[in-house]
């Protein structure tokens, strides 16, 4: 199959790229080359989407299968008009950010409501603008549907994807801190869930797609499952089976600003409850049910350890020092004594 990945050059788009390669079919990235490279065997077409002409480059071929990560209404609109009646079936990666109801445990692609389309002159939502992320997802899915035929359109909302290359700290954060061993800070309650996705699993999910013709709107996400497990997974793929894990309320840690979800002094993949009870807490069974496959946690984090290690990272970027994690810890065992 000749599959044209828009992007490929970061991390889930390299990742699609390279499972297409690898199950042999003939691959083409198409992107500007600033956010990084694609990998090796592909084909690179340097592209600026933010020109309506953009595209051009890709004039008269055509292809079996796309597939686009863009975040921006524009590039969405662009990519079907440029490539209308030249491609046979179409996937994009949405988000689960995409939801307006994050509170609802067990909520499906069926059940819960979306956000609003952000105003037209909003089209960029990086930098200042990254609240504008989930609406402008949703411009994005209306684009493709208002131009490509149903039974070719593959949208597929992606939740937290975890694994090597990814550029956030999210994962990588728990990777490190139960690798590093010792005392270890884990937020909120042991059944909490946890939701995320190997960037591998979903990526040959996508290609498997345009291979079989996959189509509808389905959550692009492993299932749940509790956070006492999800860290005894990260902590048995890196070698340390038995963490020391001490479990902290959230009422503690938000009143000494240990923040949630991502960034500076926070604690990763860790949300308020209820206010985000459903945002990791997804019914992903439709999914599993049309193709998705997820391996062993242990093994993602397993991959991961490998990658930071290889890739000599620098530092935590986010996430909370080991300075910080001591002193909470400190006064947390302080209070009950
Ligand atoms: N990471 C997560 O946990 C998560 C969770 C939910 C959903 N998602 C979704 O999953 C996808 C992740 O995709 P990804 O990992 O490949 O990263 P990404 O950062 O979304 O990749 C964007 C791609 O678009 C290209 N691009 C940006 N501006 C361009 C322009 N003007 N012209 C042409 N190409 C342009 C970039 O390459 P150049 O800069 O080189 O041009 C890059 O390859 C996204 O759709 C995201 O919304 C991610």
Redesign the pocket.
């Known amino acids: 199959m000749r599959i044209l990945v ?11 790229a390279r499972h297409a390669r690898d199950a042999g079919h003939e691959v083409t ?8 490279t694609p990998v090796p065997g592909v084909r690179f077409v340097a ?4 020109s309506p002409q ?1 595209l051009s480059m890709l004039e008269g071929e055509t292809f079996d299968a796309v597939v ?5 209404p524009s ?1 969405a609109r662009h990519a079907v008009a440029a490539l209308a009646g030249r491609v046979g079936h179409w996937s994009y ?5 995409v939801y307006a109801d994050h509170g609802t445990p067990g909520g499906t692609v069926a059940t819960t409501p979306l956000l609003p389309p952000p105003p037209p002159e909003i089209d960029d939502p990086t930098g200042d603008a990254q609240q504008w ?1 989930g609406p402008c ?1 949703v411009a994005c899915e209306e684009a493709f549907r208002a131009v490509v035929d149903e039974q070719r359109l593959f949208v597929c ?6 694994g090597p ?4 700290e ?1 994962f990588g954060y728990w990777v490190r801190r139960l690798a590093d061993g010792g005392e270890v800070l884990a937020p909120g309650t042991p059944d909490a869930p946890v939701q ?1 996705v190997d ?1 591998a699993d979903l990526a040959g999910w996508l290609v498997r797609a345009g291979k079989t013709g996959l189509a509808g709107t389905y959550d ?1 996400i492993g299932a749940p499952m509790p956070r006492a497990a999800f860290l005894a997974a990260v902590a048995a793929g890196v070698g340390r089976p038995q963490p020391r894990l001490t479990w902290v309320d959230q009422d503690f840690l938000i009143e000494r600003d240990v923040r949630p979800w991502a960034g500076e002094r926070a604690l990763p993949l860790w949300l308020p409850l209820p206010e985000y009870a459903g945002f990791m807490a997804r019914d992903v069974s439709a999914s599993l049910a049309a193709g998705l496959t997820t391996r062993p946690l242990a093994e993602t984090a397993r991959a991961t350890l490998e990658w930071l290690g290889a890739a000599h990272r620098p530092g935590v970027a986010g996430g909370l020092s080991r300075e910080d994690e001591t002193n909470v810890l400190r006064e947390w065992h302080g209070r009950r004594a």
């Open positions: 828009l992007g490929g050059t970061v991390f889930l788009g390299r990742a699609v990235c198409a992107a500007r080359g600033v956010a990084g592209v600026d989407r933010d953009g686009d990560v863009t975040r921006r590039h990666v949405s988000t689960g950010s992320y997802k909302r992606a939740g937290l994807i975890v290359e990814d550029p956030t999210r995320c960037v692009g």
